[in-house]
């Protein structure tokens, strides 16, 4: 049995810091295990210019305590909305500071809805994206209140995605946090240049753990945890050495008191021990050797970026997740609370 396994640096391709004493309270624990973070831009209010890009990226490296500073890279996101000007593009694309932009349908999830409400009023904008090579992300589920929660990615596929890329076959595209088995199997036939995230949480977890003896909602996030036919489906995909898969936690943290609430947010946090859950999958599934082209190639390479130069180490030791962490004046409760890890990352 392997006791110790030694990676390149990973980074995450899919994060949500917050902003303020709430950062600064989540920030350590990626800073510690990854060299970058792709550092989604739905705060309040959304970060929609390449001006309040930069200015969050300040306040993010300001907030690294010093053992950190240098150590971890953010990397910026703007949300793409309605209005977002064509010029705003060039402007990103020339910051060297932005490297993506979000595309969160109108309501779709936490802070979306200043969102887009029609993708047609954005054309102007994707083609000049297409034209300076800056990738989309998406958030991929329809906003159709006649659609049922667990098939609303599904829908996003056929609806939105499938003519995104036929109208603009080179704009480089990531499907974030993907969830189903159908989301897994167009990224993986498609012939455009489309990659995915995966979230530990979604390799973890199918959506039993929803309802274990209770509602539990802290296992509530968007998408929704799917059945087992799509846990199994994204964990051949991870595993699978496919570049278009890779590692993005989609860590999303929200205080107690909005999570533990008559109308809860939609988020879960593993931040605190991202890369141990992703061994703790990868190695259920006999597959500790794919974890590093996973969760330290595939995303430089699809953002071509450097890969990382350092490494880190996990051990095989069993801890204790904390029960909760303080979370500006505020808990904040982490998946596994309270649980057993196996792997443990060295120091
Ligand atoms: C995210 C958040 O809280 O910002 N929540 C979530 O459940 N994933 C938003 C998102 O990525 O959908
Ligand atoms: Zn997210």
Not at 10 to 18: A, F, G, M, V, Y
Not at 32 to 56: C, E, G, K, T
Not at 179 to 198: C, G, L, M, N, Y
Not at 201 to 207: A, G, I, K, P, V
Request: charged share 20%; net charge neutral.
């Amino acid at each position: 049995m392997l006791t110790s396994i030694t990676i390149t640096r990973p980074d995450d391709w899919h994060l949500h810091l917050r902003d303020g004493e709430q950062m600064r309270a989540v920030l350590p624990h990626t800073a510690r295990q990854f060299a970058r973070a792709i550092v989604m831009p739905n705060l309040r209010p959304p970060v929609v210019s390449v001006a309040q890009a930069s200015a969050y990226r300040q306040r993010i490296l300001s907030a690294l305590p010093a053992a950190l500073k240098n150590q971890f890279e953010p990397l910026m996101t703007l949300y793409l909305t309605d209005n977002t000007p064509v010029a705003e593009i060039v402007r990103a694309k020339e910051s060297g500071v932005v490297h993506a932009v979000k595309l969160y349908p109108a309501g779709a999830t936490t802070n979306s809805d200043a969102g887009v409400t029609d993708i047609m009023k954005c054309y102007a904008v994707l083609e000049m994206m297409e034209a300076q090579d800056l990738p989309l992300l998406l958030h991929g589920e329809v906003t159709d209140s006649a659609v049922d929660v667990f098939d609303r990615e599904k829908v996003f596929i056929d609806r939105v995605l499938l003519p995104l890329t036929q109208r603009f076959p080179h704009l480089r595209m990531v499907f974030e946090h993907v969830t189903t088995r159908d989301a897994v199997q167009f990224v993986k036939e498609s012939s455009h240049p489309i990659a995915a995230t995966i979230t530990a949480h979604h390799l973890l977890l199918n959506r039993n753990a929803i309802f274990q003896g209770g509602i539990r909602p802290h296992h509530y996030c968007l998408p929704v945890l799917k059945r087992e036919i799509h846990r199994k489906a994204l964990l051949d995909a991870a595993i699978s050495g496919n570049p278009k898969f890779f590692l993005g936690t989609d860590s999303a943290p929200h205080s107690l008191s909005s999570k533990e609430n008559a109308c809860g947010c939609a988020g879960i946090y593993t931040a605190h021990a991202a890369i141990e859950f992703y061994a703790t999958a990868f190695e259920q599934a006999g597959a500790l050797d794919r974890l590093e082209p996973f969760a330290s190639f595939h995303g430089a390479d699809f953002y071509r970026l450097p890969r990382n130069q350092g490494t880190i180490t996990l051990n095989k030791e069993t801890w204790t997740v904390p029960q909760h962490f303080d979370f500006a004046d505020e808990r904040l409760i982490p998946l596994y609370a309270g649980n057993a890890l196996t792997w443990k990352m060295a120091s």
